[in-house]
């Protein structure tokens, strides 16, 4: 194979090859290979910082919160405190009283969906999600319909991998209750007119809902400025620890909604004959919280700020463009929902006759790590005619050479299946 020379357009002000060194597991290799990572989508790897304070809360701070009184619980109670304001800060929210820590995206539209959905949708109210939508935003709004007899409408998914928003617009009436939709696809990285979607619901009075999980580690974000009513995320994707997730809310939305889940930690007062809830964003936080997954989100968003999320997108989208050219360049490899205007960091491909976990299985042992399936957007899949796909999903640490890489890889694969 030829020698493939760098785009002259690489990754902004980014120096990469020091970023890399922040990350302890990209100096590993598989089956004897440096490790290629492009399963960012699922989960991205975590620098030292994070792995350093996750480290320290448990080595020299580890108690509960909230309740203690002595030295250990206060400053424990601060560090988590202090986490909240840092989401809040990197998502543009107005308060951090407008962020509720969860186990993830799943949760928080779980949250949302019983919260709201059970207590106050009723037969003949409309739910409108996108076909492009992750399981976890389409699952919790099926089991709603089925409690309230509201019902689901789906915006469709053109040639092109875009949302259809001429049909959303005629999907849009008095009896729409709640818009979900995904920011960017998990499964073929498309960047969704947020602010045009979040401006036609509002004017239909619909709530929106975005699944944020995807774009959140890679597109520079203000909810305050989207004007949406409620934005996941979550986490692990954001280089923070998993089993930590994050629901924003607009502070009067949250107010006024019931709590999800009951307990300890998000009560005012209980007595056997009546119980009153906390405030929020307390009343959403039943029992122990996952402390020090906060701890830990609050140290993956300091490094990302400090990364730059604007030079973080320059160079994903230099390594997508890379890498759109040069799977192109691979016989009998087919791109899926490639033609969206606005795509981040994340290719979506099958191979004509080769099952996409044989070509993950090959890669493996290159040392690559992609993902083969469904992508839980199995409606997604099955709108593009087939079961799953291959797909890989960079972050700021990959390289062009990482692609070259996976180009190598999938020739491989060619050379045992044709």
């Known amino acids: 194979m030829s020698v493939i020379v760098e785009p002259a357009v690489r990754s902004g002000s980014l120096d990469v090859d020091r970023l890399r060194r922040d990350f302890p597991i990209l100096g590993t290799e598989v089956h004897g290979k440096p490790l290629v990572y492009l399963d960012n989508a699922a989960t991205s790897q975590k620098p030292a910082v994070v792995l350093e304070a996750l480290a320290r809360f448990y080595s020299t ?18 560090e988590f405190e202090l986490a909240r304001l840092r989401v809040a800060r990197f998502l543009g929210a107005r308060s951090p009283d407008e962020i509720v820590f969860t186990r993830g995206t799943t949760d928080a539209i779980n949250l949302v969906a019983h919260s709201i959905g059970r207590f106050q949708f009723k037969p003949g109210d409309e739910i409108i999600l996108s076909g492009m939508e992750h399981h976890s935003n389409i699952v919790p709004w099926q089991e709603i319909t089925s409690q309230t007899g509201a019902r689901l409408r789906v915006i469709p998914v053109t040639d092109a991998g875009e949302l259809d928003l001429d049909a959303f617009g005629r999907l849009l009436s008095a009896r729409t209750r709640m818009v979900a939709v995904t920011h960017v696809s998990n499964a073929i990285g498309t960047v969704n007119p947020l602010e045009r979607i979040i401006a036609m619901a509002h004017e239909a009075g619909a709530l929106v809902l975005v699944d944020g999980a995807q ?150 042992q290159e040392g690559i790590a992609i993902r083969a399936g469904h992508h839980c957007a199995q409606p997604l899949m099955a709108r593009f005619g087939v079961p799953g ?30």
Do not use: W
């Open 215 to 364: 774009s959140a580690p890679h597109l520079p974000l203000d909810v305050a400025t989207l004007g949406c009513d409620f934005f996941a995320c979550s986490g692990h994707k954001m280089m923070g620890p998993t089993g930590i997730g994050v629901l924003f809310g607009r502070s009067e939305l949250l107010d006024s909604m019931p709590p999800y889940q009951t307990g300890g930690g998000m009560i005012a007062q209980v007595s056997f004959e009546k119980t009153t809830f906390a405030p929020s964003p307390g009343r959403f936080e039943a029992g122990t919280p996952p402390i020090a997954g906060a701890i830990g989100l609050g140290a993956a968003l300091e490094y990302l700020d400090a990364v730059g999320l604007e030079a973080i997108e320059r160079h994903e989208g230099a390594l997508l463009a890379y890498a759109t050219t040069r799977l192109a360049e691979v016989s009998g490899l087919r791109q899926i929902g490639a033609g969206a205007p606005q795509r981040a960091s994340v290719i979506s491909f099958v191979m004509d006759g080769i099952h996409p976990h044989d070509v993950g299985t090959i890669l493996d």
């Open 389 to 418: 796909t291959i797909r890989a999903s960079f972050s700021f640490y990959n390289t062009f050479a990482e692609v070259d890489a996976l180009v190598a890889g999938l020739e491989k694969v060619r050379e045992v299946f044709v």
């Open 61 to 78: 701070e580890n108690a509960n919160i909230h309740r203690g009184v002595h030295h250990l619980s206060e400053r424990a109670t601060e």
